[in-house]
């Protein structure tokens, strides 16, 4: 049975003001609260007597929490409401998505103080302790060592050249996707008989079954999941590759996005803002270790412990982009790698080096990687990119 | 409408030793009358929420396993078509508007558990298991199902629910679930029991075993849990491995060192995790616990 409203409305207007307070802070947190929630936390709280918040701490938990993000934040923002100060902005938890609005305010330097109205796009030294935000909403483990240079990817080249890219990748990535959902339709027919729909058709016929119906083969879309490496040898194509990547991005129904360097950094939800300009502001926020070494052979491990389960299918494309200059250890590639052929369906590796004359896949990381490659091609320009496009449609 | 205490201590009393939060959201459950939303890694007992809650209601458990491609027919409901194909036989040459109206009658239904969960004299638990697996078309569905409590089937009519069930989806995060389900649910993050817990299990569900024994196997089973395997062990591995330990009449861990790593069978699943675990780690381990 269902505590009444009536029973709601009996507390004092101040508890039911300061609830909704809570609720609020929450959804600043990024957590998704609705009418109903607020509604039900106050019957609950009515129910409870609320003597004390931290008797209904539990409760309110399980009915505010959607996720294992907010599980884990929900202490600390319970805690901090309930105890006297206010959270005004956002408490950063490890692993909780960055939200949109530290984005935004980090996107709109002239709002903060202190820089003089310098515009995001000039890279920064490795000084970042005049950053417009608080230290908490930082990217979490970011370290020292960490190069924090933040290379702004529309200075590469003009932006006229650059918008023009994009419009190209983009019109590859859905001529990519709409031959791919076409042949997906036309190559396979459905051989098992609906008996449901055959007998029902059949019913017009007097129960002789002459129409017979086939069941509709249900197919997973091919999902293309890029990892795409920012590091310092990259720079120059890094530009263009992420446009690349919003444009697929933008044009797959399935696709995910990873950027990594020295660490793996998952940016499909940037990416996935419909405006090119703000997708790639809000990118160069999450890039901070760009120009630095890579690790692709931690990169990786760290994608099949935590990401590959969930992003995985048998019908996934793995997208590496990257010149394969590892500071780490091969045997560490060439073990993940062979972990992660065996997940997916095909592994793409683009290198832009073999644009270049004469080049040889032989740095060591490279060639440790090579044996567990489905396809090894060039990606120095968008020609290259574009011959890729009837190898995924044999997938 | 039980407190959190007594649901807690009934469900010791069929075998689940649940946290205090697990407790609370059970009891949300029945006052708010939403589905809970258990998440968590593949054997921390997720599942046996859904049993034993079952049991202390002393009612049915209806579940049902998502899978890619689960669809309406799978899930809800079914014509018995061979018996209507045979139906229509007998009455040829009869009123074909008498004969379809006979064909699609309640005889020739087939309950699937959704439809089955709803139609029940007394409310069951409707486990809705891995709900990550099945397709986001189905969670859609399900979404649907679960806010009405009604089914409309076309030949029948709707169909209203005579009992609302407790219902309680699982899901280890194989797929992102839609933002509208987890709205509509209570949430519990399921984690590995800790040490005391897994052994207070170990005694209500191993027979015959000790509770020095008990928070011996806890406590290595931790350890175990903390080497860098690629499966790591469950519940229901511990108490196999505990219910082999006192099949072979092990009392204590220490001394019995060929009898654990001859047992680690039960915890260690793949081949690598087995080369990883030498005998030598297992001296380790065992004498950090003993």
């Known amino acids: 049975m269902r505590p009444n409203l009536a029973a709601a409305s009996d507390l004092g207007p101040a508890i039911r003001r300061r609830l909704a307070g809570f609720v609020r802070t929450l959804r600043d947190n990024g957590f998704r609260l609705g009418l109903a929630e607020t509604r039900d936390a106050l019957c609950l709280v009515a129910a409870s007597g609320m003597n004390r918040p931290a008797e209904v701490k539990p409760a309110l938990r399980a009915l505010f929490s959607g996720r294992r993000s907010d599980w884990e934040a929900f202490d600390v923002l319970f805690d901090a409401f309930w105890r006297g100060e206010r959270v005004k902005t956002r408490v950063a938890v490890a692993g909780a998505n960055v939200s949109q609005r530290t984005m935004r305010s980090l996107a709109e330097p002239d709002r903060s103080s202190g820089t003089g109205g310098m515009p995001i796009d000039v890279s920064r030294g490795s000084d970042a302790s005049d950053l417009p935000t608080d230290p908490a909403a930082r990217r979490e483990g970011a370290s020292r060592t960490e190069s924090l240079a933040r290379t702004d990817f529309r200075k590469i080249a003009d932006p006229e050249a650059l918008a023009a890219a994009h419009a190209l990748a983009g019109r590859l990535a859905k001529s990519m996707r709409a031959r791919l959902t076409r042949r997906d339709r036309a190559a396979r027919r459905g051989p098992r008989l609906d008996l449901r729909r055959t007998i029902r058709a059949s019913l017009a016929t007097g129960g002789t079954p002459i129409e017979l119906v086939r069941r509709r083969p249900r197919h997973k879309p091919l999902r293309l999941v890029v990892l795409l490496d920012a590091s310092g040898s990259m720079s120059l194509y890094t530009a263009v590759f992420l446009r690349f990547v919003h444009g697929v991005l933008d044009q797959f129904r399935e696709a995910e996005a990873f950027l990594f360097h020295t660490r793996l950094v998952h940016v499909s939800d940037a990416l996935k803002e419909k405006d090119a300009a703000r997708a790639l502001d809000r990118l160069s926020l999450m890039a901070e270790g760009v120009g630095g070494g890579t690790r692709i052979g931690d990169s990786l491990a760290d994608f099949n412990r935590h990401h590959a389960a969930r992003f995985i299918h048998s019908r996934t494309c793995v997208m590496i982009l990257s010149d394969g200059y590892d500071t780490g250890a091969p045997e560490r590639l060439g073990a993940e790698m062979a972990a992660l052929r065996r997940r997916c369906r095909r592994i793409v590796w683009l290198n832009p080096l073999i644009g270049w004359d004469g080049y040889e896949p032989s740095a060591r990381g490279m060639a440790a990687a090579l044996p567990f490659v489905d396809l090894f091609s060039a990606a120095h320009s968008l020609e290259s990119l574009m011959a890729l496009e009837p190898y995924l449609a044999r997938l | ?290």
């Open chain 2, 1 to 290: 409408m039980l407190d959190r205490q007594t649901i807690a201590d009934r469900l010791a009393g069929v075998g689940y030793i649940a946290d205090p939060a697990l407790a609370t959201a059970l009891q949300l459950m029945d006052m708010l009358q939403r589905p809970l939303l258990i998440e968590g890694e593949a054997g921390v007992g997720k599942t046996e929420v859904a049993k034993a809650l079952a049991k202390i209601h002393d009612t049915r458990l209806i579940r049902l396993q998502c899978h890619e491609g689960l669809d309406r027919a799978d899930t809800l409901y079914e014509w018995n078509y061979q018996r209507q194909l045979l139906a229509i036989k007998a009455r040829e040459g009869g009123d074909a508007d008498a004969t379809e109206a006979h064909i699609f009658s309640e005889t020739y239904l087939l309950e699937r558990p959704l439809l089955a969960a709803i139609r029940q004299p007394v409310a069951p638990v409707l486990l809705i298991d891995e709900i990550d697996r099945a397709d986001t078309e189905f969670e859609a569905f399900l979404l649907e199902v679960l806010s009405d409590f009604q089914v409309s089937i076309p030949e029948l009519g709707t169909i209203q629910a005579t009992t609302i069930p407790r219902v309680i989806l699982t899901s280890n995060g194989t797929r992102d679930l839609s933002d509208a389900l987890r709205r509509r649910c209570l949430y519990h993050a399921l984690d590995f029991p800790d040490v005391d817990r897994e052994a207070h299990i170990l005694i209500a569900r191993v027979p015959g075993i000790d509770a020095a024994l008990a928070l011996q196997v806890a406590r290595l089973i931790q350890r175990i849990r903390k080497e860098d395997l690629s499966k790591i062990p469950g519940i229901a591995e511990t108490l196999d491995w505990a219910a082999a330990l006192v099949g072979l009449s092990v009392s204590r861990l220490e001394g019995a060192r060929e009898a654990v790593y001859d047992t680690l069978a039960c915890v260690l699943k793949t081949r690598e995790d087995r080369s990883r675990v030498t005998p030598e780690v297992v001296d380790r381990l065992i004498g950090r616990v003993a």
